[in-house]
Structures are given as structure tokens and as C-alpha cells.
């Protein structure tokens, strides 16, 4: 009778074990099924166009040439520069750029944004996404590992391998947890075997002990539900499982976060770093006015196109698009030199010419420009241009121009709408108890004119500042022992980006840069709203950390003496080893299933 039972209580125990081991893979494969989900959106037969005469004749408006003829091939044949067409309803098969065609596009899977986004000639798709209305005529940019949704399942991969601090406290404990355990279990065992049946001779009729009440048997089975029902699983489990859901829940949402390590950072930030051009603005400015000196405007406009040409800052292209736009032959230039954050210095037609802020254009010649001369050009170029943009929804930056033997000879006044939730945004930071602090490389008057908009308070204020400057500032603020995060989207915020605790790059038109590069979060969807996305998010996922170590602990505290048997003596309680297993079990599914809820987390409403 005492082998049957003890025969039994083994099958239970190794049932309720595997039984939970099953459950908990179960739970850890559907956490990370989001990626497989995203991958599975890439199309695997793509449309090649063929056109024999090269598709000379191909318009915005002909999505296919006279002579063209389509073929369907597997999505992995297609190479960069193939050319391929995408009929509405159909899912874009790789990056690429339309040559062809009008439409309306579902990048929801990429960027977290429900609105389609049109699209036209010399635009860029990204494969995964979903083509609406029209066919488009598209040309192939990347392929494969190296398409936008790939990068984003190997980064999120990569993301969620690296261990939060906090995990690594997890870590440390189950290490020694175990060994303890062990002991833990051989004190049990001689205590009840040696103390205990002899100072509490009742617990010997308990059904532990076997129909004979024997003292060896309840010892044993005492020492082996120590060592069963304590449960390290779940401490290891606490951490990891909720990072894996959060990181793959933000890649849904549009945020590419790049470890648990910056969820944990970006949970406890009490400041967070603004950047304006691009960043509060929406990083498409257009020339509004050009004054100048005793030249014509058109001259002006022409050599800072020049200098400007190979530059990627969002104003140098707005200069050359001016430029292009009213047809003036741009001259070529040698010997360009970019400072981030000041200027661009190039020799056009033979004599030095720089662009940028004021100060350092002044610095690169002589004569110097006379104070007066330089205020009446600024009040005549911001003269002009608040004829054309007069809303305070506007932000309006002055490049200066400079040539070698005249000094500044003329500015550019360049405008950029404000983005339509960048006053929300940092409204529900501050409501969030998070402060904001505006960094700008620009005028400082312009600068006070946005943070005025957007509602950062003029302590917060910096402007004309240089990219060391910015930097600077967030090691000022890290060093009065802040949390900073700082948000940018260009070269110039790279450093600041790389400082920071958590730097936060807004991606825009899907394109690599020195920022997304440095940044620790990428918003792919291009919205500022999605830093508040991005710190509620990880708000949540701590709090599920911080929900799973408790009950992981809290579980071993209470399990663990009561499988020692300190119920036994006034209560004839003792728990079975089968008992045991099945709460081992159920302690780890129910922290992997506490970090699924996760899965149904919505970011917080606007207020």
C-alpha cells in the first residue's frame, strides 16, 4: 500500500509538472507571435515588369508602357533597381519608391498610424504595407534582410535578448534561491525526523506520515515538497516575459525599441529634451522670404543652393527646392565643409561661401558686416515672410549667407508648420510629471516663440545653441541626478541622442540617419505623440515586472513554509508532493500569463 502511494504521488507530480511546463510554453510562444505575425505580411510572389525599350514612357499618370509585360516571381528573385507592379488590394512586396501611379497605403503594421497615407511619384513605400486604391508602378530599393520590416524583427529580436538591470537582480537572487533551497529542504528533513515527530507525536497520524506513521516517511515527503514547491522559475520568469511582450507589443504600435534595458530607463525619466527643427515642427520648411545687400535675390538664393546641395539638414533642402522651383542654374562648388549645428562652407565661382547662423558665418570673413546692416536684413526678411506666414503656428528660422571679400550679404527666412500635436504632447508630459526643456540650434527669439506655442516654460528655454552645447546641457541635468530623455531627428542631435538616457529619434520617410542610428527608440510612425506612447508603454511593462517579482517572492515566502510542514502541528496540514508540483506550475504560468495581459494595454487618451 505505502509503494502505491508513493507511486502515485510520483505520477501526479511529474504529471502536474509537464502539464505546467506545457502551459508556460504555451503562453512564452504566443508572447513572442507578434513578429512572426509581422513577417508573415511580406509578400512571397511579386509582379516584375519587363519593359524591352526600358520604360522610357513611363508618367506619373501610366502606371505600365506600351511595351511592358508583367510576370510573377518569388519575392526573394527580386533584386534593386527591378521594377514592380502593385494592383490595389495587394500587399507591397519590398521597399521601394514609386515611379508610377497614385494610391493610398496602410502602413498601420509599421508605424502604428489607423490613417492611410497617400501615396505618389518619388515617394517611398515599405514592403508589409497594404495598397489601397490605385496600382502603382514601384522600383525596388531593398530586398529582403535589409527591407524596413526585416530590420525591425531583427532589431526587436536583438531588443528583447538584452537583459534590464533589474533582470540581472532577478538573476542574482534565483542563483543563490536554489542553493538555499536545498538546504532549506535538508533542515526540513532533520528537523521533522530528528525534533519534530518527537515534540509533536500527533503529526504522525496524519496520511503524510503513511498508515504506519512513519516518522521517516513524513520527513521525507516534508523535504521533498520544500524542494518542489519552491519555485525559481518564476523569478527568472518575472522580467523576461514582459519584456518580450512589451518590445513586441511597441514594434505593433510603431515604436522600434532596442532593449528591456530602455524600458526600464525610459520608465523612470523625470525630464525629457525637445528638439524644434523637426522634431516640434514637421521638418518640411519652405523659403518664405530671401533679403539681401546690394544684390539681386535670385543670387542670394543661387549660392546657398550651391553650398547646400549635398547637405541632409531639413532647411538645406528646403533652400535647393526654392531654388529648383523657379528654374536657377545652381553653380558647382569644391571643397564643401558641414559644421552640425552652424553652417556649410563651400568655394563657389572661386571665393568662399558659407551659410548658416549668424555668429559663425560673421566669424569666416572679413570685412565684417556692420550690426546695423544685419538688423535691417533680418527685419526685412522676417518682414517678408510674416506677410505669408502670420499664424503662430508657424516657425520661422533666418540662415544668413556669407561671401569671402563682403561678409554676410544676404539672409533666407525659412518657415515650418508646427506639427498639430506637438502642444498636446507636451501638454500630457507635464501631466505625466515629466518636465520639458526645449534645445535649439536657431534664433533665440524664435526659439521663445515656439516654446511659448507648445507651453514649455521660459526657464526651459534654450536656443542657439551648438550640438556640444545640447550635449551639455543634458550632462547638467543627469549630474543633478535627472533621468533625460532627449528627442531629435537629425545630425546635429546625434550626440545629444548617444548622452542621453533614452534617446528618441522620430523617423522620417522610413530613412536611415545619424540619429535613428544613436537613438535607443525609434518612432517609426513619425508622430511626436508617440514619446508619450513610448513612456506609458514602458510605464506598463515595469509595472508588470514589478507585479510578477512580487508574487514570484511572495509565493516562495508563504509555499515554502507551508510545505515545510509549520501547519502541520495545529492545523494537520501538510502539503503532498503532488500538491506541490502543481503549484510550482501554476506559479510560473500565472507570471507568464500576467505579462500577456499586457497584449491588451492602450495607450493613454489625450486629456
Known amino acids: 500500500m505505502l509503494h502505491f502511494l508513493t507511486n502515485r504521488m510520483q505520477v501526479m507530480l511529474l504529471g502536474f509538472i509537464l502539464l505546467g511546463r506545457s502551459l508556460e510554453e504555451r503562453a512564452r510562444i504566443k508572447a513572442s507571435s507578434d513578429m512572426n505575425e509581422l513577417l508573415s505580411l511580406i509578400s ?13 514612357d513611363v508618367s506619373a499618370e501610366n ?33 521601394g519608391k514609386v515611379m508610377a501611379g497614385r494610391s493610398v497605403v496602410d502602413e498601420s503594421m509599421l508605424t502604428g498610424e489607423s490613417l492611410p ?56 537572487i534565483a542563483g543563490p534561491f536554489v542553493f538555499s533551497v536545498m538546504t532549506m529542504s535538508a533542515a526540513t528533513f532533520a528537523f521533522w525526523y530528528y525534533i519534530g515527530t518527537h515534540i509533536f507525536p500527533d503529526v504522525l497520524l496524519n496520511d503524510i506520515a503513511g498508515p504506519d506513521g512513519n516518522s521517516l516517511l513524513l520527513s521525507m515527503k516534508l523535504a521533498v515538497d520544500v524542494l518542489v514547491v519552491s519555485c525559481p522559475c518564476a523569478l527568472g520568469l518575472a522580467t523576461p516575459t514582459a519584456i518580450l511582450v512589451g518590445t513586441s507589443l511597441g514594434a505593433k504600435q510603431g515604436l522600434l525599441i532596442r532593449g528591456g534595458d530602455v524600458l526600464e530607463r525610459l520608465a523612470g525619466i523625470d525630464y525629457i529634451t525637445l ?25 542670394i538664393l543661387k549660392i546657398a543652393a550651391a553650398v547646400e546641395k549635398t547637405a541632409s539638414h531639413p532647411l538645406a533642402n528646403a533652400i535647393i527646392a526654392k531654388a529648383e522651383s523657379l528654374n536657377l542654374n545652381i553653380p558647382s562648388t569644391r571643397g564643401q565643409l558641414a559644421e552640425p549645428g552652424s553652417g556649410t562652407l563651400a568655394e563657389v565661382n572661386g571665393l568662399l561661401v558659407a551659410v548658416g547662423k ?77 518636465c520639458t526643456v526645449l534645445l535649439s540650434g536657431d534664433r533665440e527669439e524664435a526659439v521663445a516663440e515656439i516654446a511659448k506655442t507648445v507651453g514649455v516654460e521660459n526657464e526651459f528655454v534654450n536656443g542657439s545653441l551648438t550640438p556640444q552645447q545640447k550635449s551639455g546641457v543634458i550632462s547638467n541635468l543627469q549630474a543633478s541626478g535627472h533621468r ?33 542610428n544613436a537613438a535607443s527608440i525609434i518612432l517609426l510612425g513619425n508622430r511626436l505623440s508617440q ?47 503532488s500538491l506541490s508540483g502543481g503549484m510550482m506550475a501554476m506559479s510560473s504560468i500565472l507570471v507568464v500569463s500576467n505579462s500577456l495581459l499586457l497584449q491588451f494595454h492602450k495607450p493613454q487618451k489625450k486629456k
Request: charged share 20%.
Open 484 to 516: 533625460v530623455a532627449m528627442v531629435g531627428d537629425g545630425i546635429n542631435d546625434a550626440p545629444s541622442l548617444a548622452l542621453a538616457d533614452v534617446g528618441i529619434a522620430l523617423q522620417i520617410e522610413g530613412q536611415e540617419n545619424a540619429a535613428s
Open 358 to 434: 549668424l555668429s559663425w558665418v560673421r566669424e569666416r570673413f572679413q570685412p565684417k558686416t556692420s550690426l546695423s546692416d544685419i538688423k535691417r536684413l533680418e527685419q526685412t526678411a522676417i518682414l517678408q515672410s510674416s506677410a505669408e506666414y502670420s499664424s503662430s503656428n508657424y516657425s520661422r528660422t533666418i540662415v544668413y549667407v556669407g561671401r569671402e571679400g563682403e561678409g554676410v550679404i544676404g539672409a533666407i527666412a525659412i518657415s515650418d508648420n508646427l506639427r498639430c500635436d506637438a502642444e498636446s504632447t507636451v501638454n500630457r508630459l507635464q501631466q505625466m510629471g515629466i
Open 44 to 56: 512571397t510572389k511579386s509582379r516584375l515588369v519587363i519593359a524591352p525599350s526600358g520604360g522610357s
Open 275 to 299: 528638439d524644434k527643427t523637426g522634431t516640434l515642427t514637421e521638418g518640411r520648411p519652405a523659403v518664405s522670404a530671401v533679403a539681401s545687400l546690394g544684390h539681386e535675390e535670385s543670387e
Open 531 to 577: 514619446v508619450v506612447e513610448a513612456i506609458d508603454l514602458a510605464r506598463a511593462t515595469m509595472t508588470k515586472v514589478r507585479q510578477n517579482l512580487t508574487w514570484a517572492v511572495a509565493y516562495n515566502v508563504v509555499a515554502i513554509p507551508m510545505a515545510a510542514g509549520v501547519l502541520l502541528p495545529h492545523f494537520d496540514f501538510a502539503m503532498t508532493p
Open 117 to 172: 497615407v497617400f501615396k505618389e511619384k518619388g515617394l517611398s513605400v515599405s514592403a508589409g504595407t497594404l495598397n489601397w486604391d490605385g496600382p502603382l508602378r514601384i522600383e525596388a530599393s531593398s530586398t529582403g534582410s535589409n527591407s524596413t520590416i526585416s530590420k525591425i524583427v531583427s532589431m526587436v529580436e536583438d531588443a528583447q535578448g538584452r537583459e534590464a538591470p533589474i533582470q540581472r537582480l532577478a538573476d542574482s
Open 63 to 95: 502606371v505600365l508602357c506600351t511595351d511592358a509585360m508583367c510576370i510573377e516571381v518569388p519575392t526573394d528573385d527580386i533584386r534593386v533597381g527591378d521594377s514592380l507592379l502593385v494592383l490595389p488590394g495587394e500587399t507591397i512586396p519590398v521597399d
